[in-house]
């Protein structure tokens, strides 16, 4: 009779701890890389800030054909030290100039139903970056009056961004503290420090402008409406949007 209320003892204690145990599982998750904290509340707060920016880049693309693959690089290369040599005639410096992309692929055609080599077409992408934006348009038209046979851009962006996007994560974080509060209120109950703070934001939260893109060029250079660029093309920078996302848990008072 002793061995067996030791056991129900033993069985009782085992059931208790095991119930102690799935009452803690039931705990809200705290943040990524936070242990659980009692007496706590955990938000979350975004943050955003708009402000104009101060750079633009534009994209310049050579694209030339020959018999002989170095025929062609050596056409695409000539019209690329064009478009640059055009470029830094307008103030830009070589330090903001960059290429980004060459490639040398054959060109096919079909003879009596047979696939055969034609020659060589070379690519060539040429990236510039400027700080003054009222040389955008100029900077179209000189692109494109030295050879360009494409230009991407302009694509407008901060020079300053991570100070900006501090100063979004600054807006996020009393996002949160506000959440928190409101929620700790409905409970009856304050919030104290904080305790943890993580950066939950997806990517750089830095969004840029594309104004206008894809100008199509004749391989003469050419735009098709037959005008300069400069005269046709008018940019708005507009205003870029930098956000923040932050997760937060405060002591409860």
């Known amino acids: 009779m002793r061995r067996l209320s030791l056991s129900v003892g033993v069985i009782s204690s085992l059931l208790a701890a095991a119930f102690l145990v799935g009452c803690q599982s039931q705990q809200p998750a705290p943040p990524s890389g936070v242990s659980f ?9 975004s943050g955003t800030v708009f402000t ?44 903001d100039i960059q290429t980004t992309e060459l490639s040398v692929n054959p060109r096919y055609r079909t003879v009596n139903k047979r696939r055969v080599r034609a020659g060589y077409s070379a690519s060539i992408e040429t990236r510039i970056m400027t700080r003054n934006l009222d040389l955008i348009g100029k900077l179209l038209d000189a692109g494109t009056s030295a050879g360009a046979t494409r230009v991407n851009g302009p694509e407008f962006q901060l020079s300053a961004r991570s100070k900006v996007r501090r100063e979004a994560l600054s807006i996020a974080v ?7 509060q409101a929620m700790a209120q ?27 893109a894809g100008i199509g060029m004749t391989y003469g250079g050419a735009p098709r409406a037959g005008a300069g660029l400069v005269d046709i093309v008018e940019t708005q920078p507009g205003r870029l949007k930098v956000t923040a996302e ?8």
């Open 37 to 45: 904290l009692p007496d706590t509340v955990t938000a979350s707060g």
């Open 52 to 95: 104009a920016p101060d750079e633009a880049v534009i994209t310049y693309g050579v694209s030339r054909s020959a018999s002989k693959a170095d025929d062609a690089l050596a056409k695409a290369s000539k019209v690329a030290s064009d478009v640059v040599e055009a470029a830094t005639a307008l103030g830009l410096e070589k330090q």
């Open 174 to 180: 009393a996002d949160a503290k506000a959440n928190a």
């Open 186 to 212: 409905g409970s009856g109950r304050a919030i104290g420090q904080a305790v943890a703070l993580s950066d939950t934001s997806q990517g750089y939260g830095y969004e840029t402008g594309v104004r206008y």
């Open 246 to 253: 932050v997760s937060a848990v405060f002591d409860l008072e």
